[in-house]
Nanobody
Framework: QVQLVESGGGLVQAGGSLRLSCTAS???????VGWFRQAPGKEREFVAA????????DYADSVKGRFTISRENGQNTVYLQMNSLKPEDTAVYYC?????????????????????WGQGTQVTVSS
């Protein structure tokens, strides 16, 4: 069982930046990790994902060029650096993880692929 805790959310003006952290209860080197978000009245949507190793990543079109997902080798934390934030980025951001021991290059954009979820952190972007 892996526990995930998100942090780093808050209130920021449009154009600003935030860095979200997803800290796991164990090393995540063999886990694909994804970030998702859910805005009020909307379904949860994919934001970004990173593979268990080798650093493969994927992004939603809406955040490409503005957000960067990364992980520290040997550490339990995956980051989501968010730059040039827009009001439409306002949402609760969740991280998720799934073990990928047999294919550490895999990453996923579908919620159903993930086994472990954090409780979320609120990001609010004011105009």
């Amino acid at each position: 069982q892996v526990q995930l805790v998100e942090s780093g959310g808050g209130l920021v003006q449009a154009g600003g930046s935030l860095r979200l952290s997803c800290t796991a209860s164990q090393r995540t080197l063999n886990y694909a990790v994804g970030w998702f978000r859910q805005a009020p009245g909307k379904e949860r949507e994919f934001v970004a994902a990173i593979s268990g190793s080798n650093g493969y990543s994927d992004y939603a079109d809406s955040v490409k060029g503005r957000f960067t997902i990364s992980r520290e080798n040997g550490q339990n934390t995956v980051y989501l650096q968010m730059n040039s934030l827009k009001p439409e980025d306002t949402a609760v951001y969740y991280c998720a993880a799934v073990a990928v021991f047999y294919d550490t290059t895999a990453y996923y954009s579908a919620e159903g692929e993930y086994d472990y979820w954090g409780q979320g952190t609120q990001v609010t972007v004011s105009s």
